[in-house]
């Protein structure tokens, strides 16, 4: 991965980040690891409140790169737990996705969707977390108006009545912003 083909975009993360400051969640599942991990350990530095991090990604090498950009700031060493998680077919017709470990959080009350690689397609990443999303959780798939992402958010909200398209924001490749309602 390079610092431009496969990063989150500057505008996104001054807005995600913004968005984390007024939501203030407990619990993080990165979904794709990188910059946005960063900004995530930022705020939970600032929070009042502990908050859990979990980024995944089916690159090691990407994985320890990341971690690596952490482990350079001190206090922010520790704060994100990172997995290693491979990509499968899954069993359903959502297709290929992450083989999520059984002992992640119960709950997930933000997710930030920015892998896998477009190559693997993203429609199995909320299906395959839909049970572990708090009530109320908020969602944001990155790169949503490539033709994939497209097709994923469609899927998504055909299948997941509690599930609301918030906006489709115009940074970068786009950013939707999802909601679980119930």
């Known amino acids: ?10 505008n996104s993360l001054i807005w ?20 946005s991990t960063l900004a995530h350990a930022i705020y939970s530095i600032e929070s009042p409140k502990p908050v859990s991090i979990t980024s995944i990604d089916h690159d090691a090498g990407w994985l320890e790169v990341t971690q690596n950009m952490l482990l350079k700031r001190d206090r922010l060493r520790n704060l994100v737990d990172f997995r290693h998680c ?4 899954s069993n ?16 997930y009350d933000w997710v930030l969707i920015d892998g896998p690689p477009a190559q693997f397609g993203r429609s199995f990443t909320l299906p395959s977390i839909w049970e ?28 997941y009545p509690d599930l609301k398209l918030k906006a489709v924001l115009p940074l970068n490749k786009g950013l939707a912003w999802f909601r679980k309602c119930k």
């Open 86 to 89: 491979k990509i499968i077919e």
């Open 1 to 10: 991965k390079s610092s431009t083909s496969f990063s989150f975009s500057r």
């Open 16 to 35: 995600l980040f913004a968005r984390l400051q007024k939501t203030k969640p407990n619990s993080i599942l990165e979904m794709g690891s990188g910059i």
């Open 132 to 159: 572990r999303l708090s009530p109320g959780a908020n969602i944001f798939l990155d790169d949503a108006d490539r033709e994939g992402e497209r097709k994923s958010t469609a899927e998504w909200l055909s299948a």
């Open 92 to 107: 359903t017709r959502w297709g290929q996705g992450y083989e999520l470990p059984d002992e992640l959080n119960d709950y």
